[in-house]
């Protein structure tokens, strides 16, 4: 695998984002810093988010279900044991568990994960003889599976055909349900389509509510409730939920490219072109919603993104009690308070959880030369 390139964003852009941004509150001189979440201790903390009001954080071993900043928090440990420990990042849901590693795949109803002999073990090369391996997706990356709001999995691998290396990915589907808590598997399905040329690997995955977006090589695809993969965009792209509809991202791949803004539905159809900007660098962020408004992180850096028809605003927002770390997500922890989950790569070693309060997050970053 290519070594994980660090895309901290210079400071001299950054000011420039400050002078093209038009803060909506008053900016306070006085730095409210990120505190540490004892709830979670010095784990390295992979993810988190919001599931019918109750926070899941996600760490290298398992989850926090209902977790709170402060704790005493329940942990419950994934239900089968890592060959990289830590480097997958497995989405929290509240409908199935889903963990896996080189060979095996598990599914748990939520309220027994961990619980032996609770969950349902798979093993990819009784589902699939010419099964090879799953795609590394470590979790600087992306998810390493897929599962959507209705509890179907989806997992990307690569498999052989008549003892040749197969060109296109395949996926391995489950559908699932929960019965008075308990899970039942409605469909395991395989995904084996010869839909591009040319070997290509699977480099992010991301679920919706009823749709998977899958970014193959230089392109785009998404599978929806036709569970066939279908070209999106011809280029890379980064996607995510804004108020009803989807805003994805985009710039073509190994060449000189504006930045592409496109917004779908939530089914992730009936898209149109936003505009194209000057500078894609934005793609070097992750984005999330809060508050109703767009964060882009990336590092220890957190960044508002105003989207507007003909201009995107950026202004780069104080981190101070960040530094050092590697955000791994950006997320309303309660009512008024925001969590920041971060775990360590090369160059970035603070790990845990971090929080402030909402009011407090919009607040630029003050920087000595202003």
């Avoid at 803060?23 to 784990?43: H, N, Q």
């Avoid at 090369?125 to 590394?136: G, L, M, T, V």
């Avoid at 900007?277 to 964060?295: A, C, K, M, N, Y």
């Amino acid at each position: 695998m290519k070594s994980f390139s660090k895309f901290l964003i210079p400071s001299a852009i950054a000011l420039i984002f400050l002078q093209n941004c038009n803060p909506k509150e008053e900016i306070p001189s006085v730095s409210t810093v990120w505190e540490r979440a004892e709830g979670f201790g010095l784990d390295p903390l992979l993810g988190s988010n919001l599931l019918n009001q109750k926070l899941f954080v996600t760490s290298e071993s398992g989850r926090y279900p209902n977790a709170t900043l402060d704790g005493p928090n329940d942990f419950q440990g994934f239900g089968i044991e890592q060959n990289a420990p830590g480097r997958y990042r497995f989405p929290s849901s509240d409908k199935v568990v889903a963990s896996r590693n080189d060979n095996f795949i598990v599914l748990e109803a939520p309220k027994n994960v961990g619980l032996t002999g609770k969950g349902l073990r798979y093993n990819m090369k009784e589902i699939d003889p010419d099964f090879q391996y799953f795609f590394d997706l470590p979790y600087f990356f992306s998810d390493a599976i897929g599962i959507d709001k209705n509890g179907t999995v989806l997992i990307p691998y690569h498999s052989a055909s008549n003892g040749f290396a197969k060109s296109s990915p395949d996926f391995l589907l489950f559908k699932t349900k929960l019965v008075d808590g308990e899970l039942e598997v409605l469909e395991l399905k395989l995904i084996k389509e010869n839909f591009i040329q040319g070997m290509n690997s699977v480099t992010r995955v991301n679920s919706f509510d009823n749709f998977f977006q899958i970014r193959i090589g230089p392109d785009t695809y998404n599978i929806g409730e036709d569970e066939k993969p279908k070209l999106k965009h011809e280029h890379l792209t980064k996607s995510f939920q804004f108020g009803s509809e989807i805003i994805s991202f985009g710039a073509l791949f190994g060449q000189s490219s504006p930045l592409y803004a496109y917004r779908s539905d939530l089914n992730g159809q009936n898209t149109q072109l936003i505009n194209t900007f000057d500078d894609p660098s934005i793609l070097q962020l992750e984005f999330t919603i809060v508050d109703g408004r767009i964060i882009g992180y990336g590092n220890s850096q957190l960044f508002l993104i105003d989207l507007q028809e003909n201009n995107i605003k950026i202004t780069e927002l104080d981190n101070t009690g960040l530094e050092g770390s590697f955000i791994t997500s950006v997320t309303m922890a309660d009512a008024n308070r925001v969590l920041v989950t971060s775990a360590p790569i090369p160059g970035f070693d603070l790990a845990g959880g971090f929080y402030k309060p909402l009011e407090e997050l919009f607040k630029p970053r003050v920087t000595a030369t202003q």
